[in-house]
């Protein structure tokens, strides 16, 4: 039996692992302007960012249909897979997974079992990276789901936002409260757990770093680990320096988050996933 692992451009994988692991990305398309572009393919993370304060039109994503869902699934049928598991983005925050839901159902060529990561950006990214690796070693779609549960509630995703003016341009805030957040320089922390999102409001980045800091130690050992960032490099260097002792010891990934996300969080975020030890 061949399981194949899909997933799409919002899981934030380095593209070595996702090629190493043969998972399958389907990629977000991006609006700006006239224009269309595939994250990660027609525009890179870092260039999306270098650019985004100079965007006369706010970007906007668009989920792909069904039908290219439906394409990919039978593709991966005539290579030789007899099962698929496509793992999204939580659909507390997007219809990929109904989308998903919806070409599964239609696909005859081939089983398909949609996942609902219920996380974000890398939170999803280390499951389908699990499921991956469970797949390669023969396990089956029912025993790599048992594992992605008992994960799912071991992985935490938080980000500090340096900006409230992309949630306001984003229609994810009211104008009024965004202007008197960044008079009282207030940061708000967006966090992730088990399909529930939430946030803190501290005041100065200082503040903000240090929490997510503290938050940090408090889910150490790690299992996994990787910090996020939105072309704000420095500061999440000063975020790792601050827990290196507590690093697991192999590589540390530094990820920039995907134009998805980061069309309503902007520049400057600073952030992490992991995954705490069982």
């Known amino acids: 039996m061949s399981v ?15 090629s190493y692991l043969d998972i399958c990305v389907l990629p977000i398309h ?24 100079a ?6 994503a668009t989920v792909p249909s069904s039908l290219k869902f439906r394409a990919l699934y ?13 793992i999204h983005i939580s659909n507390s925050l997007s219809s990929i997974v109904n989308v998903a839901q919806t070409a599964a159902a239609e696909t005859t060529s081939i089983p398909v079992t949609v996942f609902d990561s219920r996380q974000l950006s890398l939170g999803t990214g280390f499951l389908a990276l699990t499921a991956a690796e469970l797949a390669l070693a023969g396990s089956t779609v029912k025993e790599i789901l048992a ?6 509630k071991r992985t935490h995703v938080w980000a500090a936002l340096d900006t409230l003016q992309y949630l306001r341009r984003s229609g994810r805030m009211n104008g009024v409260i ?4 960044e008079l009282l320089q207030i940061k708000p922390i967006l966090k992730m757990y088990d399909g529930i999102s939430g946030v803190e409001r501290v005041r100065t980045r200082r503040n903000a770093i240090q929490r997510l800091l503290d938050n940090l130690l408090s889910f150490s050992p790690f299992e996994k680990l990787a910090f996020l960032h939105s072309g704000a490099l420095d500061q999440v260097r000063v975020l790792q320096e601050g827990v290196r002792d507590f690093l697991p010891n192999k590589e540390i990934w530094l990820e920039v988050i995907n134009p998805v996300l980061g069309t309503h969080l902007g520049p400057g975020v600073v ?4 995954v705490s030890e069982e």
């Open 30 to 53: 991006i609006h700006l302007g006239n224009r269309d572009y595939l994250d990660g393919v027609d525009m890179t993370h870092q260039e999306f960012y270098q650019q985004l304060p």
């Open 4 to 18: 194949r692992i899909v997933t799409d451009s919002t899981c934030d994988l380095p593209s070595g692992i996702v």
């Open 55 to 60: 965007f006369t039109d706010h970007p906007t």
């Open 271 to 274: 952030g992490f996933a992991c």
């Open 147 to 152: 594992v992605l549960e008992r994960q799912i």
């Open 74 to 86: 039978d593709s991966l049928a005539e290579e030789g897979a007899t099962e698929v598991l496509s």
């Open 178 to 181: 965004s202007t008197i957040g």
